[in-house]
């Protein structure tokens, strides 16, 4: 089980990364944030152009940047990483 310390997430808001999937994930944290299944702890933040943009779209939490992240994909990692995450 994962600790329960804060999360950091950044998601990259660079053209590529949001028009190839980052628009959903932003819509995801938000549900996430309206509907308070986050911990008050997580850190997020929105980054302009992370520079790999072919791998996109990339999110970044506690530091690991992952590829090709999905809605789903990031309700995985949100899983792992955040405590108390419920969709």
């Known amino acids: 089980m994962p600790e329960t310390t ?3 997430i950044t ?3 660079g053209s590529s990364c949001f028009l190839r ?3 959903r994930n932003i ?3 938000q549900g ?3 509907s308070k299944a986050l911990p008050p702890s997580l850190e997020l933040n929105g980054h302009l152009c992370e520079g ?3 791998s996109g779209p990339n ?10 992240v999905n809605p789903t994909g990031f309700m995985d990692l949100l899983n792992q990483f955040v405590p108390k995450v419920e969709a």
């Not at 999110?59 to 090709?68: E, F, L, P, Q, S």
């Open 21 to 23: 999937g980052n628009s």
């Open 52 to 54: 790999k943009c072919q």
């Open 32 to 34: 996430l944030i309206k």
């Open 59 to 68: 999110v970044t939490i506690n530091g690991t940047m992952y590829h090709a």
């Open 6 to 8: 804060a999360a950091s």
């Open 27 to 29: 819509e995801v944290i």
């Open 11 to 13: 998601i990259c808001m």
